[in-house]
């Protein structure tokens, strides 16, 4: 007999065997759906298969109720041994490198016996691999560069906005108990980090077991590996780690803030506090009335502003709160308008009115427009030909729509640092958003030169996700950074402030960097369908670990005052 976890794991595999085959998205989907579905049961699983009632459970068919009852009853899936059968050993392994399809695989397998990725890499070395057919010198170098890049610990990691929403999920399962008084997220979650490995909730309750009860029965709960009075550290189906603090409801305070700073942070605030005969977080009798109030109280008591969650990393915050000087960072209301968004006439999934209605929904008074230009023909680039339809579709549906539309482009920097579209057309749209989108792999100093060549143009005038990372597959582009930013600085361009969870571009650190020149920035969406809107959120939040206020933030202006700052 096979628990469920198990079995939605030969579900994923089957989906990712299918995947690789090169099979129809929406059957590899539904695989992907019914695993899911198995995780996030939350009634008696047994009962459901020994009475034949799989198809209860949301996002289960015929089909796959009867592979998951073989599965449960057997041990064995008949359907995984036959896909695992037709395929080269290593294939889901060595299949996470860019451009290794199914035949290259199998090629490798074949003609060198290559059953890994460590296997892929020794083979590379020796030079083995650039003799094989269908490989070349370039494709070996390649290939070692994309090894090197994954290179890091696989340590169950998601990206923010996978684990955000799964954490959202826990949240809710735990209000659901009635000892629970409060709950919210802390550590990298709350300070908004780009990748999560460890979802860390504090709770405030009178009736810690009970909460703590609450929490085992989280339906995708895969393995409890901690667990003692008050505490819990469990791992997940997704594979990310979850962690359960709970407190009494006078040290809730306390214990959140504690959990949310990083480990420099928390620890030079502890070195101020007793510089000052104080301790963080007092417990001497009588001061528990002190202790539960708001974290603004924890930066009150040592002479300092309050630090907001997201800065607290030991990056100059604290100091600069020592002297009153930190600023108010960038609030989600701040923003008024809807910045470097994709419709069908290039890669995006929706059209121009459905985005416009959405961005007004969401309290937007101007709506970007900015569609690939010519040369990103992978993504369906908008050329000359297709612009004046564009055009003319904008001006129906601002007839519709209260909110203001923007005619734009994302246009491509090329390789000698020219923009997209001739002048003469680049003279007409509203905005131009410029961004690097192939030859990443440019030295520093071709990187270096092609971008300063691209700033000094006039009609320049906001870098796109700048340094073109994806983060987990592709490193930021090899650049003199401060070099560009101090020309920026001597221009009127601006940088963009990319809010697409795999990018999250620029990073905080240069953030701050253009902050100190003075060059004001855009936070974006980078959307590509109407869901793709709530990107907004973590723009905003990569803004504020950056330190970016409303003042330094373009599209905080209403919609005249945006297009003078930004027109071409």
Same mark, same amino acid.
């Given at each position: 007999?096979?628990?469920?976890?198990?079995?939605?794991?030969?579900?994923?595999?089957?989906? &990712? =065997?299918? *995947? +690789?085959? $090169?099979?129809?998205?929406?059957?590899?989907?539904?695989? /992907?759906?019914?695993? #899911?579905?198995? @995780?996030?049961?939350?009634?008696?699983?047994?009962?459901?298969?020994?009475?034949? &009632? =799989?198809? *209860? +459970?949301? $996002?289960?068919?015929?089909?796959?109720?009867?592979?998951? /009852?073989?599965?449960? #009853?057997?041990? @064995?899936?008949?359907?995984?041994?036959?896909?695992?059968?037709?395929?080269?050993?290593?294939?889901? *392994?060595?299949?996470?490198?860019?451009?290794?399809?199914?035949?290259?695989?199998?090629?490798?397998?074949?003609?060198?016996?290559?059953?890994?990725?460590?296997?892929?890499?020794?083979?590379?070395?020796?030079?083995?691999?650039?003799?094989?057919?269908?490989?070349?010198?370039?494709?070996?170098?390649?290939?070692?560069?994309?090894?090197?890049?994954?290179?890091?610990?696989?340590?169950?990691?998601?990206?923010?906005?996978?684990?955000?929403?799964?954490?959202?999920?826990?949240?809710?399962?735990?209000?659901?108990?009635?000892?629970?008084?409060?709950?919210?997220?802390?550590?990298?979650?709350?300070?908004?980090?780009?990748?999560?490995?460890?979802?860390?909730?504090?709770?405030?309750?009178?009736?810690?077991?009970?909460?703590?009860?609450?929490?085992?029965?989280?339906?995708?709960?895969?393995?409890?590996?901690?667990?003692?009075?008050?505490?819990?550290?469990?791992?997940?189906?997704?594979?990310?780690?979850?962690?359960?603090?709970?407190?009494?409801?006078?040290?809730?305070?306390?214990?959140?803030?504690?959990?949310?700073?990083?480990?420099?942070?928390?620890?030079?605030?502890?070195?101020?506090?007793?510089?000052?005969?104080?301790?963080?977080?007092?417990?001497?009798?009588?001061?528990?009335?002190?202790?539960?109030?708001?974290?603004?109280?924890?930066?009150?008591?040592?002479?300092?502003?309050?630090?907001?969650?997201?800065?607290?990393?030991?990056?100059?915050?604290?100091?600069?709160?020592?002297?009153?000087?930190?600023?108010?960072?960038?609030?989600?209301?701040?923003?008024?308008?809807?910045?470097?968004?994709?419709?069908?006439?290039?890669?995006?999934?929706?059209?121009?009115?459905?985005?416009?209605?959405?961005?007004?929904?969401?309290?937007?008074?101007?709506?970007?427009?900015?569609?690939?230009?010519?040369?990103?023909?992978?993504?369906?680039?908008?050329?000359?030909?297709?612009?004046?339809?564009?055009?003319?579709?904008?001006?129906?549906?601002?007839?519709?729509?209260?909110?203001?539309?923007?005619?734009?482009?994302?246009?491509?920097?090329?390789?000698?640092?020219?923009?997209?579209?001739?002048?003469?057309?680049?003279?007409?749209?509203?905005?131009?958003?410029?961004?690097?989108?192939?030859?990443?792999?440019?030295?520093?100093?071709?990187?270096?030169?092609?971008?300063?060549?691209?700033?000094?143009?006039?009609?320049?005038?906001?870098?796109?996700?700048?340094?073109?990372?994806?983060?987990?597959?592709?490193?930021?582009?090899?650049?003199?950074?401060?070099?560009?930013?101090?020309?920026?600085?001597?221009?009127?361009?601006?940088?963009?402030?990319?809010?697409?969870?795999?990018?999250?571009?620029?990073?905080?650190?240069?953030?701050?960097?253009?902050?100190?020149?003075?060059?004001?920035?855009?936070?974006?969406?980078?959307?590509?369908?109407?869901?793709?809107?709530?990107?907004?959120?973590?723009?905003?939040?990569?803004?504020?670990?950056?330190?970016?206020?409303?003042?330094?933030?373009?599209?905080?202006?209403?919609?005249?005052?945006?297009?003078?700052?930004?027109?071409?």
């Amino acid at each position: 007999m096979r628990e469920r976890f198990d079995i939605a794991a030969d579900l994923r595999e089957i989906a &990712r =065997l299918l *995947e +690789i085959k $090169g099979e129809n998205p929406f059957k590899t989907q539904a695989y /992907e759906r019914g695993a #899911s579905a198995l @995780e996030n049961h939350e009634g008696d699983f047994d009962a459901l298969v020994k009475t034949g &009632r =799989l198809k *209860e +459970i949301a $996002g289960i068919g015929n089909a796959l109720a009867a592979l998951i /009852e073989e599965i449960y #009853s057997t041990g @064995e899936c008949w359907m995984l041994q036959q896909l695992r059968e037709g395929m080269p050993p290593g294939v889901i *392994e060595l299949s996470a490198l860019p451009g290794l399809s199914l035949k290259k695989i199998t090629a490798l397998h074949d003609t060198l016996r290559i059953g890994s990725i460590a296997d892929l890499q020794a083979a590379c070395q020796e030079g083995l691999v650039s003799n094989v057919k269908g490989f070349g010198l370039k494709s070996q170098a390649k290939l070692l560069s994309d090894i090197e890049s994954l290179a890091t610990p696989k340590d169950g990691s998601l990206l923010l906005n996978h684990a955000l929403e799964l954490a959202k999920r826990v949240l809710l399962h735990l209000h659901a108990s009635p000892e629970l008084i409060e709950a919210d997220l802390a550590g990298a979650l709350r300070r908004r980090k780009e990748t999560i490995w460890r979802i860390c909730i504090v709770a405030a309750s009178n009736h810690s077991r009970a909460v703590l009860d609450r929490f085992l029965r989280f339906p995708a709960l895969a393995h409890t590996d901690e667990l003692d009075e008050g505490r819990c550290l469990a791992r997940l189906a997704e594979g990310l780690q979850a962690e359960l603090t709970v407190v009494a409801p006078e040290d809730y305070v306390a214990a959140l803030h504690a959990r949310t700073g990083s480990g420099r942070h928390i620890a030079k605030l502890q070195d101020l506090a007793r510089s000052q005969a104080l301790t963080l977080y007092p417990e001497a009798p009588g001061s528990r009335a002190q202790r539960s109030c708001g974290e603004e109280d924890i930066y009150r008591r040592l002479g300092i502003q309050y630090i907001p969650p997201e800065m607290r990393e030991d990056e100059g915050e604290i100091e600069i709160a020592r002297a009153g000087r930190l600023t108010q960072p960038l609030e989600l209301a701040d923003i008024r308008g809807m910045t470097h968004c994709h419709t069908v006439y290039s890669d995006g999934r929706n059209r121009i009115e459905e985005m416009a209605l959405a961005a007004e929904a969401m309290g937007m008074t101007y709506l970007t427009i900015t569609d690939h230009s010519p040369s990103a023909h992978y993504a369906g680039g908008v050329g000359i030909d297709r612009l004046r339809a564009q055009w003319d579709e904008i001006a129906r549906v601002q007839e519709r729509v209260k909110i203001k539309l923007l005619k734009g482009t994302e246009s491509d920097i090329c390789e000698d640092g020219s923009l997209d579209y001739p002048d003469p057309i680049l003279e007409k749209f509203d905005i131009i958003i410029a961004s690097i989108h192939v030859r990443h792999k440019m030295d520093s100093e071709q990187m270096t030169q092609r971008l300063l060549r691209a700033l000094k143009l006039p009609l320049f005038k906001i870098w796109g996700h700048p340094l073109g990372r994806l983060i987990g597959s592709r490193q930021p582009l090899a650049c003199r950074m401060e070099e560009i930013l101090d020309a920026i600085a001597e221009s009127k361009c601006a940088v963009e402030v990319n809010g697409d969870p795999r990018r999250l571009d620029l990073e905080p650190q240069w953030i701050r960097a253009a902050r100190t020149r003075g060059i004001k920035c855009i936070v974006s969406t980078d959307a590509h369908s109407i869901g793709g809107l709530a990107n907004l959120h973590y723009g905003v939040s990569t803004a504020r670990r950056g330190w970016l206020t409303r003042k330094e933030v373009l599209n905080t202006l209403d919609a005249e005052d945006f297009m003078r700052a930004v027109h071409p």
